[in-house]
C-alpha cells in the first residue's frame, strides 16, 4: 500500500512540476520569472523602461511629421511633398496628389494606418516603371536631401509616393499615439525664437507644464540652458539633446524646453495601461508558477525516495526479502534500449495524437508544442520509472549484475569456448565466433550511419533485424551451451558420488568381512563331528569367499568407470600375455570340460598396452567361459592383426550354456549375467571391469551374440614398428 501511495504521489508531483513550467513558459514570456520577483512594480521594470523610451524617441517623429503634414494643427493636402526634375520640367508633387497616384496604383492605409498594396489599382507596375520616370531633387520628410550626381534621385512616380505613404502612415500612428489627454504619457517640446519672439509648442496636453509632468511619478526634463538632462528614468535615447536640436526650426538664436510626464497611476487606457495590467498578472503567475514548481520538486525528490525505499519490499515487518517480478529477469541493458526506444516511438506518435484530437475538439495552436512536448515527456517518465526501479530491485537483491546482458554475453563465449574447444582448437573456435560476430556489428553499424546520413527507413530496418538475430543466435547458442555443461557437470557429480559410495561401503565392508573370513577358517580347522556342522562351514566359507571377490570386483569397477586409474602404456606382445593365460586357466577349462582351440600368428604380436589391466581383462573373459560356457564344447581363442587400422584383436568364441536372451550391450553393464541369476557364482562385474579398462587403454570392447554363439572382442592399438622389429 505504501508503494502504491508513494507512485500515485510521486506522479501527481510531476504533473504539478509540469503545470508549474507551463505557468511560468507562459506567465513569464516577455521576462524570466526571477526578473519580476526582484521587480514588483511595473515602472522599476525593463520593460516600463523600453516603453517609456520608446515614446520619447516617438515625440521626435510627431514634431517632424507634423510640421511637413500639418498646417494649423491640421492635415494639409495641398502641401508640396516633393519636387522633380521629369523631362526637362521641374515638377511639385502635392501630399494629395501622391495619395492618389498610389490608390491607382493599388497602394492605400488600412484601419490600422498601415500601408498595404492589395488595392485594384488602374496603373500597373510595369506602366510605372516605364512611362512615369523622375528625378526626385527634393523630399519635405529628407529636409537635407540633396541629388549628388545626375542619376542620383531617379526612380519612378510610383515608388516616391509608396515612400511618402510610408511617412504618412507613420504621421498617423504618432498621432494615435499622442491624442491628447487619452494616456498616460504626456509631453511638450517648446521652441523660443530670441530674435522675433516667435515660439512652436508641440505638445499632446499643453495644460501641463513641467512642474505637473515631475508629480506624475516618472519624468524627464531638458533646455537649452544646460547639457545636463533631469529624469528618473534609468534609460534615456542617447541622442535626445541631439534630436532636440535638430528639430529646432529657429536655428541657432534660438532655446527650446522639453518635457515629459508618465503617470504611473495609469488610470487612463492606453500601452503603458496595458503592460501594467500584464506585468502585474505575469508577476502573479510567476510567483504561483515558482512556488509550485519548489513545492513540486521537493515532492518528486521525497517520493522518488520512498519509492527506492520501499522497491522490493513485500510491505511485512518480519519480510526483508527482496521481492523481484517477472520483469526484471530482463537484462537492464535491453530496458534501457527499450525506454530509448519506446522515447522516440512517444516524440513521433504524440504529435499525431494532437492532430487528431485537434480535428474533435478544435484548434489549439498556442498551447501545441508544450502539450506535445509535456505528453511525451509524461509518458517518457512513467516509462523510465518502470525501467529504473526494476534496475533498484536487483540491485538490493544483488541480482544486478547476475541479470546483467554483459555477464550472459561474456558467459555465453566462456561457454562457447569451453564446449567448442572439446571438437576444435581454441584458435578454430576464436575465429568461427569472432569472424561472423565482427562481420554483423560492422554491418550494423554501417546500416545505423546510413540511416542517419541518407535518413533511409529501410537500412535503419534491416540494421535492427540483423541485430536481433545475432543477438537471438548467440543467445540460443548460451543456452545451448549451458545446458550442456550442466548436463555433464550433473553427470560427472554423478558419476563421482557413485564411485565415492561403492569406494566407501567397500572399504567399510573389508574389515568385517575379513574377520568373518578368518574366523570361518578357524572353526574349519576344529573337528566337529556333527556332519551338518561342517556343511554350514563350507557354505560359510564359500559366501563370505564370494562376498570378498564381489567387494573387491566393486572398488575395481568403480575406478575403473570413472578413469581413477593409472595406466602405464608399454610395449606388450599380444600372442605372450594370451598364451600365459591359457596356460594358468588349464586347470579350471578341463575341470569345466572345455577344450581351448587357440589360434595364433607364428610371430610376435607387439601392442601398446598396460600389461596389468590387460592381463586383468583376459582373466575376466577366461573366467566368463568357465562359468557360462556349455560343457564338452569347445572354446576359440584368435588373435589377428589389422595393418591397415594399425591394430591387434583378441577374440574369444564359445557356446552359452544357457539361453542368450539379452543384448550384448546390456552384458556389459554392471551387475548382469547371463542368465540373470543371482544365486550363481560370480558378481556380475567381470565384464564391465574388462570394457572399462580396455577404453582407458585406448582400445575397443566387442561382444557380439548369435543365437547361443557369444564372441567377445578386445581391439588394441598396435606398437610402433620399431617394436614389431626388435622383437
Known amino acids: 500500500m505504501k508503494k502504491i501511495i508513494a507512485t500515485i504521489l510521486n506522479i501527481c508531483m510531476v504533473v504539478l512540476c509540469l503545470g508549474s513550467l507551463a505557468i511560468l513558459q507562459f506567465g513569464s514570456s516577455q521576462g524570466n520569472a526571477i526578473s519580476y520577483l526582484t521587480q514588483p512594480d511595473y515602472e522599476d521594470s525593463p520593460q516600463f523602461e523600453a516603453l517609456a523610451s520608446g515614446s520619447i524617441t516617438d515625440i521626435f517623429d510627431y514634431v517632424e511629421l507634423t510640421s511637413i503634414f500639418e498646417k494649423d494643427g491640421r492635415l494639409n493636402l495641398s502641401t508640396i511633398i516633393a519636387q522633380a526634375d521629369q523631362d526637362g520640367s521641374s515638377v511639385s508633387y502635392s501630399l494629395d496628389y501622391l495619395i492618389q497616384y ?27 516603371e516605364l512611362n512615369h520616370k523622375i528625378r526626385v531633387t527634393y523630399r519635405a520628410y529628407m529636409p537635407d536631401y540633396k541629388p549628388a550626381s545626375p542619376t542620383d534621385g531617379q526612380m519612378s512616380l510610383g515608388t516616391l509616393a509608396k515612400e511618402a505613404l510610408g511617412y504618412l502612415s507613420r504621421y ?54 544646460s547639457l545636463e538632462v533631469s529624469t528618473n528614468l534609468r534609460s534615456l535615447p542617447q541622442d535626445l539633446v541631439t534630436l532636440l536640436q535638430a528639430r529646432n526650426p ?101 504529435p499525431v495524437f494532437l492532430d487528431s484530437l485537434s480535428m474533435v475538439i478544435g484548434s489549439f495552436d498556442e498551447w501545441y508544442d508544450t502539450i506535445s512536448t509535456y505528453a511525451s515527456f509524461l509518458l517518457k517518465y512513467l516509462t523510465f520509472l518502470v525501467m529504473f526501479f526494476s534496475i533498484v530491485r536487483n540491485y538490493k537483491a544483488d541480482e544486478l549484475w547476475q541479470v546483467s546482458l554483459i555477464k550472459r554475453i561474456g558467459d555465453l563465449i566462456g ?52 541485430l536481433i538475430i545475432v543477438i537471438s543466435i548467440d543467445f540460443y547458442t548460451w543456452r545451448i551451451s549451458t545446458g550442456l555443461t550442466k548436463a555433464v557437470n550433473e553427470q560427472v557429480k554423478s558419476e563421482r558420488l557413485k564411485a565415492d559410495l561403492i569406494t566407501n561401503v567397500s572399504h567399510d565392508l573389508k574389515t568385517p568381512l575379513t574377520s568373518i573370513i578368518s574366523y570361518v577358517d578357524l572353526m574349519k580347522r576344529e573337528n566337529f563331528d556333527n556332519p551338518r556342522v561342517q556343511e554350514y562351514l563350507e557354505v560359510l566359507d564359500q559366501k563370505s569367499t564370494r562376498l570378498k571377490t564381489l567387494t573387491e570386483d566393486l572398488v575395481e569397477a568403480s575406478k575403473a568407470s570413472s578413469g581413477n586409474v593409472n595406466i602405464d602404456f608399454q610395449d606388450i606382445d599380444y600372442r605372450e600375455i594370451v598364451e600365459q593365460a591359457l596356460g594358468e586357466f588349464e586347470d579350471k577349462t578341463e575341470a569345466a570340460h572345455l577344450t581351448m582351440v ?57 557356446i552359452s550354456s544357457r539361453p542368450l536372451n539379452i543384448s550384448p550391450e546390456e552384458l556389459t553393464e554392471r551387475f548382469v549375467r547371463g ?27 566387442i561382444i557380439s551374440i548369435d543365437g547361443d554363439l557369444y564372441k567377445a572382442s ?5 606398437a610402433v614398428k620399431e617394436a614389431n622389429d626388435k622383437s
Open 250 to 350: 529657429y536655428g541657432r538664436n534660438s532655446q527650446y524646453h522639453f518635457s515629459v510626464g508618465i503617470d504611473c497611476s495609469f488610470k487612463n487606457k492606453d500601452q503603458f495601461q496595458v503592460e501594467a495590467s500584464d506585468y502585474d498578472n505575469r508577476r502573479r503567475d510567476s510567483i504561483v508558477g515558482l512556488t509550485l514548481l519548489v513545492v513540486s520538486s521537493v515532492g518528486i525528490v521525497i517520493t522518488l525516495c520512498l519509492m527506492v525505499l520501499f522497491s522490493g519490499h513485500s510491505g511485512k515487518k518480519d519480510d526483508t526479502k527482496i521481492h523481484l517480478l517477472y520483469m526484471d529477469r530482463f537484462p537492464p541493458e535491453l530496458l534501457v534500449a527499450l525506454f530509448l526506444l519506446l522515447s522516440w516511438v512517444y516524440d513521433s506518435v504524440t
Open 598 to 654: 587357440p589360434s595364433f600368428p607364428d610371430h610376435p604380436v607387439m601392442i601398446r598396452a598396460d600389461g596389468r589391466h590387460l592381463w586383468r581383462v583376459i582373466e575376466n573373459l577366461l573366467n566368463n567361459c568357465c562359468k557360462y560356457a556349455l560343457r564338452d564344447s569347445r572354446v576359440y581363442v584368435d588373435i589377428v592383426e589389422d595393418p591397415e587400422k594399425k591394430t591387434a584383436t583378441c577374440t574369444i568364441k564359445n
Open 714 to 718: 578386445v581391439v588394441l592399438k598396435a
Open 675 to 701: 542368465d540373470v541369476s543371482r544365486t550363481t557364482e560370480g558378481s556380475g562385474l567381470g565384464l564391465s571391469i574388462a570394457k572399462s579398462l580396455t577404453k582407458l587403454m585406448d582400445g575397443d570392447f
Open 172 to 225: 498617423y500612428a504618432v498621432k494615435s499615439e499622442f491624442r491628447s489627454g487619452e494616456g498616460n504619457f504626456y509631453f511638450n517640446v517648446t521652441y523660443l525664437d530670441n530674435t522675433s519672439g516667435e515660439s512652436t509648442i508641440y505638445s499632446n496636453y499643453p495644460a501641463f507644464d513641467s512642474d505637473a509632468m515631475r508629480a506624475m511619478g516618472k519624468y524627464v526634463y531638458a533646455d537649452s540652458d
Open 415 to 466: 561457454h562457447y569456448f569451453q564446449i567448442a574447444e572439446q571438437t576444435a582448437s581454441r584458435f578454430v573456435t576464436t575465429v568461427l565466433f569472432v569472424i561472423p560476430n565482427a562481420a554483423a556489428c560492422l554491418m550494423v553499424i554501417a546500416m545505423f550511419v546510413h540511416f542517419y546520413r541518407a535518413k533511409s527507413l529501410y537500412a535503419f530496418l534491416f540494421a535492427i533485424v540483423t
Open 102 to 128: 498610389a490608390r491607382s496604383m493599388g497602394f492605400y492605409l488600412n484601419d490600422k494606418n498601415n500601408l498595404v498594396s492589395n488595392g485594384v489599382g488602374t496603373v500597373t507596375k510595369e506602366d510605372d
